[in-house]
């Protein structure tokens, strides 16, 4: 089992930043993605931002040039620094890890809001 669990989400105003991190812990040794995904109230749940075991990322159109996914590998932990925050991206943001090997499969944090104001 892999757990992931997100902090830094908050209420921000329009232009602000934040800082998500994602801690994993458990099975993590076969991680080959993870990333952040959001769902915004009545829509469904899509990609931000994720990155690879080979330190490839890529972005939702939407957020190119304003977040940026990291990572530092000896706290197994997994960053999204959102900057120039508009009212759209509000929503709940879960991180998600995809384990490789024999039962590969999804794993998912509890999610942490995000809330822009206008």
């Known amino acids: 089992q892999v757990q992931l669990v997100e902090s830094g989400g908050g209420l921000v105003q329009a232009g602000g930043s934040l800082r998500l991190s994602c801690a994993a812990s458990?099975?993590?040794?076969?991680?080959?993605?993870i990333g952040w995904y959001r769902q915004a109230p009545g829509k469904q749940r899509e990609l931000v931002a994720r990155i690879n075991s080979a330190d490839s990322t890529n972005y939702a159109d939407s957020v190119k040039g304003r977040f940026t996914i990291s990572r530092d590998n000896a706290k197994s932990t997994v960053y999204l620094q959102m900057n120039s925050l508009q009212p759209e991206d509000t929503g709940v943001y879960y991180c998600?890890?995809?384990?490789?090997?024999?039962?590969?499969?999804?794993?998912w944090g509890q999610g942490t809001q995000v809330t822009v104001s206008s």
């Open positions: 998600n890890a995809y384990r490789g090997g024999i039962v590969a499969r999804d794993f």
């Open positions: 458990g099975s993590t040794s076969n991680i080959i993605l």
